[in-house]
């Protein structure tokens, strides 16, 4: 999927230009913000519930998404209709988020299967269904960019690829739950009060992570947020790694806590390894290689254009990267903390801290954008982050009663710095395949430093291999 979306990016840049990038990245930062009054935070709370032990699934899955199917249709309509009642959007921006809002819808009522498939530890269905809906949407983009087609006809193979993973999913899910639209008015009480904090949490999370490009767009308008947008969106592909990762954990952790399993500090304290593993590699190589891949994603013309002089120093979109990336390797451990809380009940405990940043994020991204553009924006990112990462591994600390060790810290960053010393000095040849040799590099540096042993590497094989 990763790799998807990157050619997927790659083929607009190079079509639509910085301009046409930005109000691409501007539709979908719009959309994005009414898209978290659709889920309400629903999802978490449905893999929560669905996972405790000896409860009816069936009756929890289809009260929630029929509560989602009502949800998504009024807020994506209100989203569409409040785009076109905005003086300072153009045509293009205003129909583009009519037609991003109905593509948004599916996924939004997909995302319930998604739930569904990581309570059962199913996720080859979701991984299935999400291939396919993608594959479509990159084949339709390039379609269409072949045939010279429009911006909001781009927006409309979104409504096509979204559906068909929709589809897919139900068909999936239709073979653990048949779906009929339920009204427990006294369950719907449950699931509201128990995802309001959580929607709470969603939402001032989204404005801390999107407000910078709504404000670029303000100050700097769309060549600033096209700049800015081609960096920011592999961030936030990549950052659903960690996402991933500890949505299959999330079931897990949540069995353990509430049926007072003894594993439960034993399967958070090898999350938390894993991605420091996973986070530490993969945020050196970016950081790295940053150029190379604006490079191979946008092409040269782009790393020309979206260079910017601040004092002297030049920044280009591969500086803003590398800013931004450190801002990726705090999410890879944030992830742990903030999903820890929703798993003990505590979800609650994250809004005003969320609150608090994200009001320093808007005034910082207001005072520095002016003068810094895209580059105060990455700074800002970074330093908001760090505040949540400090804040957040604290009251997990508080209210969890367990401190999660940082042994293995240590000699990741002996493992990390061989691989980035061999990037370095291989950075001439081709990017993926420097990439490869990263990784061979680190894998076997992190054996013979006894980080991953041959035990772990079995448990984590099919079994088909393990003989």
């Known amino acids: 999927v990763t790799i998807i979306s990157l050619i997927t990016i790659a083929a607009l840049t190079r079509y639509l230009g910085i301009s046409g990038y930005g109000d691409y990245t501007t539709i979908f930062a719009y959309v994005s913000f009414w898209a978290v009054f659709a889920d309400f935070g629903f999802f978490w709370v449905l893999v929560r519930e669905v996972s405790k032990p000896d409860v009816d699934q069936q009756k929890i899955f289809n009260n929630i998404l029929t509560l989602k199917i009502i949800s998504g249709l009024a807020v994506f309509l209100i989203c569409s209709l409040v785009g076109f009642l905005i003086p300072q959007y153009s045509w293009t921006l205003k129909l583009g988020i009519a037609i991003v809002s109905a593509g948004w819808f599916w996924m939004s009522l997909n995302s319930t299967y998604v739930g569904l498939f990581q309570s059962r530890l199913e996720m080859y269905k979701s991984v299935i269904s999400e291939i396919v809906g993608r594959a479509i949407i990159l084949a339709g983009v390039l379609v269409l960019v072949n045939l010279h087609y429009g911006l909001q006809s781009i927006f409309a193979v979104y409504i096509l690829g979204n559906f068909a993973n929709f589809l897919l999913s139900y068909i999936f899910g239709s073979q653990n739950i048949k779906f009929s639209p339920r009204f427990d008015i006294s369950l719907w009480k449950y699931i509201l009060k128990e995802s309001f904090p959580l929607a709470i949490i969603t939402f001032i999370g989204l404005v801390h992570f999107k407000i910078d490009t709504v404000i670029l767009s303000l100050f700097k308008g769309s060549v600033d947020v096209g700049i800015y947008g081609v960096p920011f969106k592999i961030l936030e592909i990549i950052i659903l790694i960690p996402a991933m990762f500890i949505g299959n954990v999330f079931p897990i952790l949540t069995k353990y806590f509430h049926a007072h399993d003894e594993r439960l500090s034993q399967a958070i304290q090898k999350s938390f390894d894993f991605l420091v593993i996973l986070g530490f590699p993969i945020v050196a190589g970016l950081i790295t290689l940053s150029q190379p891949i604006i490079k191979l994603i946008a092409g040269q013309d782009y790393i020309t254009i979206s260079t910017v002089t601040i004092r002297g120093i030049d920044f280009a979109a591969p500086r803003v990267l590398e800013i931004l990336w450190i801002s990726g390797g705090l999410t890879f451990l944030l992830t742990v903390f903030s999903n820890l809380l929703t798993v003990i009940g505590k979800q609650q405990k994250q809004v005003m801290p969320m609150f608090v940043v994200t009001v320093f994020n808007i005034i910082a991204n207001i005072l520095i954008i002016p003068k810094y553009s895209y580059v105060g924006s990455a700074v800002i990112n970074v330093l908001t982050e760090l505040a949540m990462l400090i804040w957040w591994s604290i009251i997990t600390k508080k209210y969890l009663g367990f401190n999660i060790s940082l042994k293995i810290v240590p000699k990741v960053v002996i493992v990390t710095l061989i691989m980035?010393?061999?990037?370095?000095?291989?950075?001439?040849?081709?990017?993926?395949?420097?990439?490869?040799?990263?990784?061979?590099?680190?894998?076997?540096?992190?054996?013979?430093l006894k980080i991953v042993d041959k035990e772990t590497l079995l448990k984590i094989m099919p079994s088909s291999l393990r003989k």
Do not use: D, K
């Open 420 to 448: 980035t010393a061999s990037l370095f000095l291989l950075r001439g040849i081709n990017v993926i395949l420097i990439s490869l040799i990263g990784a061979v590099i680190y894998g076997v540096a992190s054996y013979l």
